[in-house]
């Protein structure tokens, strides 16, 4: 939990000026953090004091560092390499879609592809692709909008435009306050100070070998941003992509790897106000793959819906975080719907989100993974491995900081674990529900693998077949915190050890209940304190975690 709270604890407020601030966390979650600019690096000419033109200048000075950047982020690749990655990159991803333990895939082809192109991908100047990213941030600080804004202001539009300039890393475009479609196109820089506008084009998203950086921001209005095109809406695909949206209440569509993911680069969607949607299939809402992928919205009650590898995925060297920061927002999370889940249990879908570490077994290590809710009454649906979990050498975060909170899962849920991961799942507060339909969830860990589960207050009622509560398998080890409240835990025993054949050796498993009020169990356990399984499980129901140490001193075995 210090580990996972440091993580929380570092990451950096919403407001202005948090897209450079979540970037700096970043690097320090990738542990590539920047370097300084070399001395090849081109100058930015400040805008301050300058009229529209100079602030254009700076725009453009921006792109040329952007660019500047991201050669050196990719110079280890020859021009073949690089045609291969944009290539297969569709690969990897229905692979992992198809049979998520990349040994399974019955593509040969396929299969070879994805080995070579996971090689590759470690030549990946991580650190020159983070200076990528902050330079781009710049065009999304809060002090240079502003000036921007009242510059733009100041101007007569003319068809809508108000500026358009062509450089060498792609056209900026300073657009005013009309309804305007954008149906396609590709600007490297697009300003819009307002009106309810409909977005179809790369949507501040890079383009392979066209446009190594985008940069999108909309100042106002009821937007609409629809694209039926992989790698849109603050995608980063072998570049950098940012999309800032500052008011309104805006709908995000997508298919795959959208709203804000990066896949060998970085993606920012970040929206500031009013209540969105956002709707993909799957690698969207926070997703980073070689890279990272950031989903920020600061206020509003949200909607965000995805089928498979959504909200909070962090796949093979990369993070992936979804902040949905509101303190009052009642947001809804939906992660499955799509395919059956591979165990076939009957209604039970693959999820493989919300809050997810995934490496592609048994080849590559998982990422970081993290959903971060900032309270209200939220309401969390995942499918098989959602919600607050790791597979495969990844670790996966859900942090709910506070509200009357409805989950429902299915298997490997809400606090779990397989193969080698570490999963933490995190309610600070609130009358919490938490429901599965099927086996395996809610503070389990299978295969040397660790998982903390803590509901840290409130009047809490959990429902779960079997193998729950602190349940641990295969050298695991699950610890299940309830700290307080008048709590109810059905369908099974607290503390239970599945067996270690994998292995050898023994697991862990450990239930705690702390604090005052009445606390139900499906039957009663013998005493406070008692080692109910196998001597690897062990049951306490202690008003504090000192008294339950106190009392475990005393014992005399």
Same mark, same amino acid.
């Given at each position: 939990?210090?580990?996972?709270?440091?993580?929380?604890?570092?990451?950096?407020?919403?407001?202005?000026?948090?897209?450079?601030?979540?970037?700096?966390?970043?690097?320090?979650?990738?542990?590539?953090?920047?370097?300084?600019?070399?001395?090849?690096?081109?100058?930015?000419?400040?805008?301050?004091?300058?009229? &529209?033109?100079?602030?254009?200048?700076?725009?453009?000075?921006?792109?040329?560092?952007?660019?500047?950047?991201?050669?050196?982020?990719?110079?280890?690749?020859?021009?073949?390499?690089?045609?291969?990655?944009?290539?297969?990159?569709?690969?990897?991803?229905?692979?992992?879609?198809?049979?998520?333990?990349?040994?399974?895939?019955?593509?040969? +082809?396929?299969?070879?592809?994805?080995?070579?192109?996971?090689?590759?991908?470690?030549?990946?100047?991580?650190?020159?692709?983070?200076?990528? @990213?902050?330079?781009?941030?710049? &065009? @999304?600080?809060?002090?240079? &909008?502003?000036?921007?804004?009242?510059?733009?202001?100041?101007?007569?539009?003319?068809? /809508?435009? $108000?500026?358009?300039?062509?450089?060498?890393?792609?056209?900026?475009?300073?657009?005013?306050?009309? #309804?305007?479609?954008?149906?396609?196109?590709?600007?490297?820089?697009?300003?819009?100070?307002?009106?309810?506008?409909?977005?179809?084009?790369?949507?501040?998203?890079?383009?392979?070998?066209?446009?190594?950086? @985008?940069? &999108?921001?909309?100042?106002?209005?009821?937007?609409?941003?629809?694209?039926?095109?992989?790698?849109?809406?603050?995608?980063?695909?072998?570049?950098?992509? $940012?999309?800032?949206?500052?008011?309104? #209440?805006?709908?995000?569509?997508?298919?795959?790897?959208?709203?804000?993911?990066?896949?060998?680069?970085?993606?920012?969607?970040?929206?500031?106000?009013?209540?969105?949607?956002?709707?993909?299939?799957?690698?969207?809402?926070?997703?980073?793959?070689?890279?990272?992928?950031?989903?920020?919205?600061?206020?509003?009650? #949200?909607? !965000?819906?995805?089928?498979?590898?959504?909200?909070?995925?962090?796949?093979?060297?990369?993070?992936?975080?979804?902040?949905?920061?509101?303190?009052?927002?009642?947001?809804?999370?939906? #992660?499955?719907?799509?395919?059956?889940?591979?165990?076939?249990?009957?209604?039970?879908?693959?999820?493989?989100?919300?809050?997810?570490?995934?490496?592609?077994?048994? !080849?590559?290590?998982?990422?970081?993974?993290?959903?971060?809710?900032?309270?209200?009454?939220?309401?969390?649906?995942?499918?098989?491995?959602?919600?607050?979990?790791? !597979?495969?050498?990844?670790?996966?975060?859900?942090?709910?900081?506070?509200?009357?909170?409805? !989950?429902?899962? =299915?298997?490997?849920?809400?606090?779990?674990?397989?193969?080698?991961?570490?999963?933490?799942?995190?309610?600070?507060?609130?009358?919490?529900?938490?429901?599965?339909?099927?086996?395996?969830?809610? /503070?389990?860990?299978?295969?040397?693998?660790?998982?903390?589960?803590?509901?840290?207050?409130?009047?809490?009622?959990?429902? @779960?077949?079997? %193998?729950?509560?602190?349940?641990?398998?295969?050298?695991?080890?699950?610890?299940?915190?309830?700290?307080?409240?008048?709590?109810?835990?059905?369908?099974?025993?607290?503390?239970?050890?599945?067996?270690?054949?994998?292995?050898?050796?023994? =697991?862990?498993?450990?239930?705690? +209940?702390?604090?005052?009020?009445?606390?139900?169990?499906?039957?009663?356990?013998?005493?406070?304190?008692?080692?109910?399984?196998?001597?690897?499980?062990? %049951? $306490?129901?202690?008003?504090?975690?000192?008294?339950? $140490?106190?009392?475990?001193?005393?014992?005399?075995?």
């Amino acid at each position: 939990e210090l580990v996972a709270r440091r993580l929380l604890d570092t990451l950096p407020p919403p407001g202005g000026g948090r897209i450079a601030a979540q970037l700096a966390w970043v690097g320090e979650v990738l542990t590539a953090a920047p370097g300084e600019d070399d001395a090849g690096a081109p100058a930015v000419r400040d805008y301050r004091g300058s009229g &529209l033109d100079g602030h254009l200048d700076h725009i453009a000075d921006v792109l040329a560092l952007s660019a500047h950047h991201h050669a050196r982020a990719f110079r280890a690749f020859d021009a073949g390499e690089l045609k291969f990655l944009e290539r297969a990159a569709g690969g990897l991803l229905q692979g992992f879609v198809d049979a998520h333990m990349m040994c399974f895939d019955d593509d040969l +082809g396929r299969q070879r592809d994805n080995v070579r192109l996971l090689g590759l991908a470690h030549r990946l100047d991580t650190g020159a692709l983070l200076r990528q @990213a902050e330079a781009l941030a710049r &065009l @999304a600080d809060a002090p240079f &909008l502003a000036s921007l804004r009242g510059l733009m202001e100041a101007v007569p539009e003319r068809g /809508g435009q $108000i500026a358009r300039r062509d450089t060498p890393w792609g056209e900026i475009l300073l657009m005013g306050t009309n #309804n305007t479609s954008f149906p396609r196109g590709a600007p490297a820089a697009l300003f819009k100070l307002g009106g309810d506008d409909f977005y179809a084009h790369n949507t501040g998203s890079s383009l392979p070998g066209r446009l190594p950086g @985008a940069v &999108l921001v909309d100042f106002g209005g009821d937007d609409r941003y629809e694209n039926w095109e992989t790698m849109r809406q603050g995608t980063g695909f072998m570049g950098v992509g $940012i999309l800032l949206d500052l008011a309104g #209440n805006d709908t995000y569509i997508g298919i795959r790897h959208a709203q804000g993911t990066g896949f060998l680069g970085i993606g920012v969607l970040a929206d500031a106000a009013g209540d969105d949607t956002y709707r993909a299939i799957d690698y969207a809402q926070g997703v980073g793959q070689f890279g990272a992928g950031l989903l920020l919205d600061d206020a509003g009650a #949200n909607r !965000y819906e995805g089928h498979q590898a959504c909200q909070g995925v962090g796949f093979p060297g990369g993070a992936g975080l979804l902040f949905s920061a509101a303190a009052d927002g009642a947001d809804t999370y939906y #992660n499955k719907g799509q395919y059956a889940s591979s165990y076939r249990d009957p209604g039970s879908f693959e999820g493989w989100g919300q809050g997810l570490g995934v490496g592609h077994r048994p !080849y590559a290590s998982g990422g970081i993974g993290m959903l971060v809710d900032g309270g209200g009454n939220d309401r969390f649906e995942g499918g098989a491995f959602s919600q607050g979990g790791g !597979y495969y050498y990844g670790l996966g975060i859900l942090n709910n900081r506070g509200g009357d909170d409805s !989950y429902r899962g =299915s298997r490997y849920n809400m606090g779990f674990t397989a193969h080698q991961a570490v999963g933490v799942f995190l309610d600070d507060g609130g009358n919490d529900r938490y429901e599965t339909s099927h086996y395996v969830a809610l /503070g389990m860990a299978w295969d040397e693998s660790v998982t903390l589960f803590a509901d840290r207050a409130g009047d809490d009622a959990y429902r @779960a077949p079997g %193998f729950a509560y602190a349940a641990a398998a295969q050298n695991g080890f699950a610890l299940f915190i309830e700290g307080g409240g008048n709590d109810t835990l059905g369908g099974t025993q607290p503390a239970r050890i599945h067996g270690n054949s994998y292995h050898g050796g023994s =697991s862990l498993a450990v239930f705690l +209940g702390l604090g005052g009020g009445a606390r139900a169990y499906p039957q009663r356990l013998p005493g406070e304190i008692a080692a109910v399984d196998k001597g690897e499980a062990f %049951f $306490i129901d202690s008003p504090t975690i000192e008294t339950a $140490i106190k009392r475990l001193r005393a014992e005399p075995n």
